[in-house]
C-alpha cells in the first residue's frame, strides 16, 4: 500500500533522512521506497529552501548534519519538520568505508571516490586503515565518517528527532532479529504520523543485497577485520564516540 493517499493532507510536511555514509542508507531507503516515498538526494548540509518545489511524497536525503537553519527551525516547534538519523556502530563503518574507498574496489559513484583511491593506493592496508581511524584527512572536502559521528551527536541527543539504528533495522538475515526490524519500522511511521502503513510487508522487504554500495551487510564484522592494535588505537581516539552512540567499546589486553 502506497502513503500518497495519507500525506496529501499534509502538504507543508518536509522530511529530511540523515544517512551517515555506510550506515546501511540503502535499508531505510527502502523502508521509504516501499511506502511510496521518493528521495531527493543533497550532497552537502541541507537547508530549508532545499525543501522548495518538492513532491508530497518526496523527502530530502543527505549524509550531512544539516545547517544551522534546519536545526533552528526544529528547535522553534516546526511541527511540519521531521527529521530522521540514521546511524551504525562507527567501527563498523570504518570497515564499511576502508572496503568501499579502497583502491581495489572497482566501484566508484562519485569523482571524489575515484580520485582518492589513486592516493589510496600508496599505502598499504594497515597504513590505510590507520589513516582512516586517526582521521588524517588528506583534502578539506574529504568525508571521514567519524568526523561525521562527532558533528552529528547534535541529531542523535535532540529528542524532536527519531534516531535510526543500522542493528535494529538489518533484520535476522543481517544478525539482528525481526522483532526489531518491525519495531523499528513502525517507529519511523508512527514518527512520520502516517497510519495504514502495512509495516510487517515492509519489514520483510528492507534487506536487499542489489545496492551498489552493498558488501556485508552485517553487525559486528568489524571484529573480523580490526587487529586487536586497531581495535585499542580506536578505542584510545574514538572510545567516547562509541559510548555516547550507545555501543560498548571492545575490551583489548594492554599487551598487543
Known sequence: MKVGRFIKGRPGKKILLVSLQKCGTHLIRNVMKEAGF???????PCTMSDFEGLK??????SSFTP??????CLE?????????FNFRDPRDVLVSWFYWL?????????????YMKKVYSHFTDEQLM?????????????YNPLERFKLSRVLYFHPRILNVRFEDLIGSRGGGTDEKQMKTVADIFAYLEMDGIDTQLIAGRVFNKSSVTFRKGTIGDYRNVLSSAQIKLFNELHGDIIRQYG???DHIDDQI
Open 38 to 44: 521518493e528521495d531527493v538526494g543533497v550532497g552537502r
Open 56 to 61: 508530497s511524497n518526496q523527502y530530502l536525503i
Open 67 to 72: 545547517s544551522d537553519e534546519v536545526q533552528m
Open 76 to 84: 522553534e516547534g516546526n511541527r511540519q519538520l521531521y527529521i530522521i
Open 102 to 114: 579502497h583502491p581495489g574496489n572497482p566501484k566508484s559513484i562519485h569523482l571524489h571516490h575515484a
Open 130 to 142: 590507520d589513516i582512516f581511524i586517526r582521521v588524517d584527512k588528506f583534502r578539506d572536502a574529504e
Open 247 to 249: 555501543y560498548e567499546p
